[in-house]
C-alpha cells in the first residue's frame, strides 16, 4: 500500500499556482479549478468566500498579500515558494495591467531573461494547519448545572486536502478525579 501511495504521489504532481487571467479570479468556477489543480477539496461556501476577498481586494484597489516580481525562469518556483512560506493551500496568478489576459506560467518562464515579470498572486488557505480547542463539560445536579465536571484541550494536525486532521487530547475529569489522554480524528 506504501509504494503504491509513493508511486501515486510521483506520477500526480499537484499545481500549487494555477494562472488564471483578473477577471476569471474573482469567480467560484476560477478558484475552484486551482484548487482541484492544488488537489484540494473546497466546498461551495469557500470557494465563494475565496473568490469574494479576491474580487474585493481588486474593487477597493489594494495590493494582493503577495506581488511576484522576478525573472522569467523563476516565477514558477518563487510563487510556489510563497505558497509554502505563507501556508497557503494553493494560489492563483494573474496579470494586473492585462485583466483579461490568463497568464500561462510555462510561457512566461520561455521569455527573454531581461523580461520584467510582476503578477498579482493569490494565496488561498482553505483549512487551518493546526487546529486547538479547549472543551468544558459541565456538571449538573438534576437538570441545573451544579459546576465543571471536565475540561479537555486538544492539538490537530491537518493530514489531508480536504480537511481530515489527526490530533491528541488530554483533559481532566473532575468527579473521578482522573487525567485522560486520547487520539482525536476531526473528518
Do not use: C, W
Not at 10 to 25: I, M, P, R, W
Not at 129 to 143: C, L
Amino acid at each position: 500500500m506504501l509504494i503504491g501511495y509513493a508511486v501515486y504521489r510521483d506520477l500526480h504532481h499537484v499545481q500549487v499556482v494555477t494562472g488564471e487571467s483578473q477577471v476569471q479570479a474573482e469567480t467560484v468556477q476560477s478558484v475552484d479549478l486551482a484548487a482541484q489543480n492544488a488537489d484540494v477539496t473546497l466546498d461551495a461556501g469557500q470557494a465563494k468566500e475565496a473568490s469574494t476577498e479576491i474580487a474585493n481586494i481588486v474593487k477597493n484597489d489594494v495590493k494582493p498579500v503577495t506581488v511576484i516580481t522576478a525573472t522569467p525562469a523563476t516565477v514558477e518556483t518563487v510563487a510556489a515558494q510563497e505558497v509554502k512560506n505563507l501556508g497557503a493551500d494553493f494560489a492563483i496568478v494573474t496579470e494586473p495591467s492585462q485583466p483579461n489576459t490568463v497568464v500561462d506560467l510555462k510561457t512566461v518562464a520561455q521569455l527573454p531573461a531581461t523580461t520584467p515579470v510582476n503578477l498579482n498572486q493569490y494565496n488561498v488557505m482553505a483549512y487551518k494547519k493546526i487546529i486547538r480547542d479547549v472543551t468544558v463539560y459541565p456538571s449538573f445536579t438534576g437538570i441545573n448545572p451544579s459546576g465543571v465536571s471536565e475540561i479537555d484541550y486538544g492539538v490537530s494536525r491537518k493530514i489531508t486536502n480536504d480537511g481530515k486532521y489527526l490530533g491528541v487530547v488530554g483533559g481532566y475529569d473532575f468527579d473521578d478525579k482522573k487525567v485522560k489522554i486520547g487520539l482525536r480524528v476531526t473528518f
